[in-house]
């Protein structure tokens, strides 16, 4: 059977792993290349989309500054009504404090070097985060004033620039007017090594202009770009790509600001799309070797499983035969029939409820739940249910030589389980536990779900006779191979088939036992709440 199978399943891997390979292979030459270079375009466009909001969003904070600035009180106060001299002695106090203020935002920005405010006055003062208060006219960095002597109408706008012993920064201004009604500016001046950082760093060169086009930070190293590729640029629509006539070796890109204006461009080789096609067609050549080699793998495996499978379910079928005929072998409804007249006549005997009458009561409900719809899952709830009348009538039969600590999460009442689990670990625990002791038992069952609620651990323990060591570890020898497994440990024995069966390897057992201290049985299995269940009720 083994080798047949082997050889079905080996047929079937390799006609339904190469016939789609072959057909891709067939129309990989056309396909390959028009997908490489639309995956190529999406990238530089998503780049570039990117980068343009990071952009914005450091303008954005640049605008919130300014506004939050301009209209608070401590610049009100600071300006007064202007910068002159003679300068009362508050406004200096506010002065000071103001331009603190201003040094405290610039350092807690990165990449930001200072901030200046710049209202017109007649003296030409400037209040500066870095260096307080300074004249314009002495000052070595004025690269600012001039760029806003012409752009002074503008709502905003950004010039590269050198300031003496700091290196290039990027400055943007935002002009006062609109919000004080006095002419002036607000300065943000950024490192330019680190806002070049920002850009990808993938071998292309990357750009970012104005909205008219003027350059503002780059590439380190990039080529500066010529007056006809600039006017290309400008031509363009927005996310598009072309291929420029002034540089045909070239693809451009372009994504442009809502908010700023900024232009964000990527020039790349157009040898870099074929360069793509080629990585791909290799790596489909790599995946079909490595597709015929792993299908061989798999067809071993799997023909090593699908016996195992077999052998599995043959042995399964067969205790399920086992199980159908010794139950056929009772009729549920006589034995119904029987114990309720039993009942009746018991009544009748005493003139009331009695003893005997819910002795057998609660016989024939436990005879009921172990027999209908054998092999469906129930809820916690019900086989709970169960195992306290089975409780119940051992309590009966034995007397009071011991009690049943009940420890259940309210929340595992809806978690479906396979039937009768907790009255044969139960039953264990009483007849091999807590009875050879005689006097003072405690069985305690526990059930709970973990904390990702995908697991439901219940665990049966007591204080009674326990085991040694070396019957320990028989028992769980036993357990696993079903060798000379004795029939004082069945239902043990059952139970964990039966949820192995059920759940595979996500189920568990364990058994820990030290002689004359007692037993624990620990079982894990999947948790999965019950629709229309309340998984909160309290469960006694």
């Given amino acids: 059977m083994g080798s047949r199978l082997f050889r079905s399943t080996l047929s079937i891997a390799l006609l339904c792993m190469l016939v789609p390979l072959l057909a891709l292979g067939i129309t990989s030459g056309a396909l390959t290349n028009r997908a490489s270079t639309e995956s190529f375009h999406n990238e530089r466009t998503q780049q570039l989309t990117l980068l343009c909001k990071t952009c914005d969003l450091l303008l954005d904070e640049c605008s919130f500054i300014y506004y939050q600035t301009l209209l608070g009180d401590e610049a009100q106060r600071a300006l007064g009504n202007g910068l002159t001299r003679p300068m009362p002695y508050e406004q200096l106090r506010y002065l000071q404090s103001f331009y603190h203020s201003l040094d405290l935002i610039a350092c807690s920005r990165p990449n930001m070097h200072s901030i200046l405010l710049y209202e017109e006055n007649p003296l030409g003062l400037t209040i500066s985060s870095r260096y307080g208060l300074v004249r314009i006219a002495t000052d070595p960095d004025k690269g600012w004033y001039d760029a806003f002597a012409v752009n002074r109408d503008k709502r905003s706008f950004a010039v590269a620039r050198d300031i003496y012993g700091v290196g290039k920064v990027l400055t943007f201004c935002m002009p006062t007017a609109r919000v004080l009604r006095r002419e002036g500016v607000m300065v943000f001046n950024y490192t330019l090594a680190g806002l070049e950082a920002l850009l990808p760093a993938d071998g292309t060169q990357w750009f970012v202009l104005d909205g008219d086009g003027a350059p503002l930070f780059s590439t380190r190293g990039a080529e500066p770009m010529s007056d006809a590729l ?74 090593r499983l699908a016996v195992r499978q077999e052998m599995t379910k043959r042995q399964l079928r067969l205790r399920e035969a086992e199980m159908l005929a010794l139950q056929a072998q009772i009729n549920p409804h006589f034995l119904y029939n029987t114990l309720e007249l039993v009942n009746w006549r018991a009544i009748k005997a005493m003139g009331e409820d009695n003893g005997i009458s819910n002795i057998v009561t609660t016989l024939s409900d436990l005879l009921r739940y172990a027999l209908e719809r054998p092999g469906e899952p129930v809820p916690l709830e019900r086989e709970l249910e169960h195992a306290r009348r089975y409780a119940e009538l051992m309590a009966l039969r034995l007397g009071a030589i011991f009690t049943v600590d009940w420890r259940v999460d309210g929340a595992a009442r809806g978690v479906p389980v396979p039937k009768l689990i907790l009255q044969p670990l139960i039953e264990n625990a009483i007849q091999h536990g807590v009875q050879p002791k005689g006097e003072n038992g405690v069985v305690t069952v526990a059930i709970s779900l973990s904390t990702d609620v995908r697991l439901l651990r219940i665990t049966i323990s007591d204080n009674g006779a326990g085991m040694s060591n070396e019957t320990l570890d028989a028992l769980r020898t036993q357990l696993e191979t079903f060798d000379g497994l004795q029939y004082a440990h069945i239902g043990l024995f059952n139970v964990y088939q039966r949820i192995r069966l059920a759940f595979t390897d996500m189920a568990s057992m364990t058994i820990q036992s030290a002689l004359d201290i007692g037993t624990r049985i620990d079982i894990e299995i999947p948790a999965q709440q019950q629709k229309g269940e309340d998984a909160h009720a309290n469960v006694p």
């Avoid at 067609?281 to 071993?300: G, N, Q, Y």
């Fill in 230 to 303: 600039v006017a290309e640029i400008l031509s363009m629509s927005q996310g598009a790509f072309v291929y420029p006539e002034s540089a045909p070796s070239k693809v451009l890109y372009q994504v442009q600001s809502d908010a700023y204006g900024w232009r964000f461009v990527n020039v790349a080789d157009r040898a870099m799309i074929s360069r793509s096609s080629s990585y791909v067609i290799r790596t489909m050549v790599f995946v079909t070797i490595a597709a015929l080699l792993l299908s061989v793998m798999i067809t071993i495996w799997l023909t």
